[in-house]
């Protein structure tokens, strides 16, 4: 899943940057330059091109907009110019993504109360049905990343939300190896640690990725499912903590016989 995880946003950053090489047809050197100046940053080119009347929604070849690559960068002054401007705080690119979820795809929180007070969607989903909270997790930021997490929470995100692979937030933040807060988070605010696609759990991934005790105690105590421990114990070669560590919980559940066998 790390692979996968990694992948994604790369090919998303990936094409981002190719798409500066391939403007959409008819953009003129100005749109260009718009596009340019709002992923840098610079406000003062910024307010030059708009100054001259070039169109705040200009788009380049993957239909991003200049507010949708500003918030990438978390250029939120840019975003405030752009919106004072007019920008469409809720076009899509051609992923379906519209400026709020580029803005956490790359770990960014700073521009979010600019764009949900300019009327932002903030429970948008993209083509693949990920919302904020599954981006912020999934970022691979972590530095923020409970921050991130909890105002996204807090603004009223659906913690159990899935993207169309079955995967929550909390399935991503735990292939995030040694930090057990965000986890915490989480599950704090109710998210459902049985809860993923067919055959994979948090608990199940965390064993997979070989991730700290302290996290795979964390999931444990958390309203784990029997037939779990034993899809491990079945189907994952156990290091002799890991297994002490199910034994440990075992001991206190009211767990199948065959299941104690096994350990």
Known sequence: MSCLKNITLSVFLGLTAICFAKP????TEANKQLLNASLRGDTKKVKELLKAGVDVDTRDAFENTSLMLAALNGQVEVMRQLLDAGANVNAVDVGGMPAL???FANGHAGGFELLRKAGANIHATDDRGTNALILAAKSGHSVGIGQLLQMLIDAGLDVNAQDKGGYTALMYVT??????????IL???GADVNKGPAGLTPLI????????PAVLKLL?????QQKEIKQIL????LDDEVRALLKQYVKTSDTPTDIHEEL
């Open 234 to 237: 079945q189907d994952i070669k």
């Open 101 to 103: 979820l580029h803005s």
């Open 24 to 27: 959409e047809a008819g953009n």
């Open 220 to 224: 444990l105590e958390s309203g784990v």
């Open 175 to 184: 292939d995030i190896d040694q930090l057990s807060d965000p986890i915490r």
């Open 187 to 189: 599950i704090e605010a």
């Open 205 to 212: 991934l965390a064993v997979q990725e070989d991730l700290e």
